[in-house]
């Protein structure tokens, strides 16, 4: 019965996604916000990545709200975990078979790709103004290796102490831009409180680069912490 | 040329939307039922980042093979692309909040299956 009532709501949701997708006509020209962040970002903001430019300085405030409901989940990941009833259930938990230690292949693994992936997460997050990339991506990269480093050796112990320090000084300095931003330049996370450079270059784009790299810490060290709390 | 590529991407959304809602609202398991929340927002992304295509775009990166003129002309919308990137990671925290519910739910009742917990049925 809540199987033929759940295949009808199903089969009426499908009816109504079938006329969106075939009413659907692909675009030929982009809208005209999108022509003008297409040529704006490069021309006024020095970002090649356009993405990276909107999501950093035109849609800046968004990202510092993002960046605090990821601190957020962080806490309350913490609190829901941690407190009363998860402390007495590994008691409970301790009769049943000891963990498998990890395999031969996840541990081997591990030590020829986890220094990869730290670097090339630095990569992503430090080139996000120029090509794919930036802060969310890295720090999702940098955070994937350490659930690597987790699996491969399940003693190992995450300062949490350091990372929420580290994540801390990550949001204050972001705000601190953002309010420079509001002082020196025409609001708040504006990127032009430093020199626009020469286009294309590592060093270019004013503050985008500082806070691709500040939002890629903090991601990075928000999510270890998460990942950290469910291993508990 | 068959179909174009947004549409085949539109659909492919569409239909991990459906597959997702129906492992929701039919199975009893929560973590089955997560997975299916977890379905229906990247079938949400996929149909969003579908609808910023626009016929022979690239990705809106100006570089040596983008010149910066022929940008109008040759990108993808970037907006969708940057709204998805918001997105996903609320995406994440949402199913980070679910499995520490989850796990919370377990420590309370030694079972995964929601026909357990009748507190808030009406």
Not at chain 1, 211 to 216: E, Q, V
Request: glycine residues 12%; positive net charge; charged residues 10%.
């Amino acid at each position: 019965m809540k199987r033929i009532r759940a295949a009808i709501v199903v089969l009426l949701f499908g009816a109504a996604f079938a006329g969106l997708a075939v009413g659907y006509s692909e675009r030929t020209v982009p809208s005209a916000l999108a022509m003008r962040y297409l040529q704006e970002v490069p021309a006024e903001l020095g970002a090649a990545n356009v993405v990276t430019g909107i999501l950093i300085t035109y849609r800046g405030f968004d990202t510092l709200g993002e960046v605090a409901v990821l601190f957020m989940v962080a806490a309350s990941v913490g609190m829901l975990l941690s407190a009363g009833a998860g402390r007495r259930a590994v008691p409970a938990g301790a009769s049943a078979p000891p963990a498998r230690p990890p395999s031969e292949l996840v541990v081997n693994g591990a030590e020829v790709v986890l220094p990869v992936a730290f670097l090339f997460g630095a990569y992503v997050i430090v080139n996000g103004h120029l090509s794919a990339g930036g802060g969310f991506q890295g720090g999702a990269v940098v955070a994937s290796g350490v659930v690597l480093l987790v699996l491969a050796r399940p003693s190992v112990a995450l300062h949490h102490g350091f990372l929420s320090v580290t994540e801390s000084l990550a949001g204050v300095f972001y705000v601190a831009l953002g309010i420079l931003g509001l002082i020196f330049a025409g609001g708040f996370l504006d990127s032009h409180i430093l020199p626009r450079g020469e286009f294309g270059a590592f060093i270019s784009a004013g503050a985008i680069p500082l806070i691709s790299a500040l939002l890629g810490i903090k991601v990075a060290a928000e999510l270890s912490v998460i990942i950290d709390r469910f291993r508990s | 040329m068959g179909l174009p590529i947004s549409h085949l991407l539109l659909v492919t959304g569409l239909v991990l939307m459906l597959i997702g809602m129906w492992g929701v609202l039919v199975h009893r398991n929560i973590l089955r039922i997560i997975i299916g929340f977890s379905l229906f927002g990247t079938g949400t992304h996929i149909v969003i980042v579908a609808t910023g295509y626009v016929t022979g775009g690239t990705a809106p990166i100006i570089d040596a093979a983008l010149p910066a003129g022929a940008a109008g002309a040759r990108a993808v919308d970037p907006i969708p692309s940057a709204l998805v990137v918001t997105a996903i990671v609320i995406g994440f925290s949402v199913t980070a909040v679910m499995l520490s519910y989850a796990i919370r739910l377990y420590a309370a009742r030694k079972t995964l299956s929601i026909d357990a917990f009748t507190e808030q049925k009406w």
